[in-house]
């Protein structure tokens, strides 16, 4: 069993950043598929971003591409999603998900843990 924590959501204004963090601790990270999704009031649960177990691949939903950063630290069990140029569209509760697939799959039900979530708040 996996255990994820996320951290580092708020409130920001459009145009500023803020960077989320997710910590797992339980069983090996290292062999994790690793991913990003939010949820938006009222809307489903979409993917955002993924990486692989050793960070050498990466994928990203159309609409952060070039705003969005996914990373990961093996050492320390944890991965990372480094948010710029936010925008009011991006307020949602955003999701650490954990697969043991070694491809990124941008599909809800491929992932087997999740964390809590945390709210991220764009103001315009």
């Known amino acids: 069993q996996v255990r994820l924590v996320e951290s580092g959501g708020g409130l920001v204004q459009a145009g500023g950043s803020l960077r989320l963090s997710c910590a797992a601790s339980?069983?090996?990270?290292?062999?994790?598929?690793m991913g990003w999704f939010r949820q938006a009031p009222g809307k489903e649960r979409e993917f955002v971003a993924g990486?692989?177990?050793?960070?050498?691949?990466?994928s990203y939903t159309d609409s952060v591409k070039g705003r969005f950063t996914i990373s990961r630290d093996n050492a320390k069990n944890t991965v990372s999603l480094q948010m710029n140029s936010l925008k009011p569209e991006d307020t949602a509760v955003y999701y650490c998900?954990?697969?043991?697939?070694?491809?990124?799959?941008?599909?809800?039900?491929?992932?087997?843990?999740w964390g809590q979530g945390t709210q991220v708040t764009v103001s315009s």
């Open positions: 990486i692989n177990w050793s960070g050498g691949s990466t």
């Open positions: 998900a954990g697969d043991n697939d070694g491809t990124i799959n941008r599909l809800e039900r491929a992932f087997h843990y």
């Open positions: 339980g069983r090996s990270f290292t062999g994790l598929t």
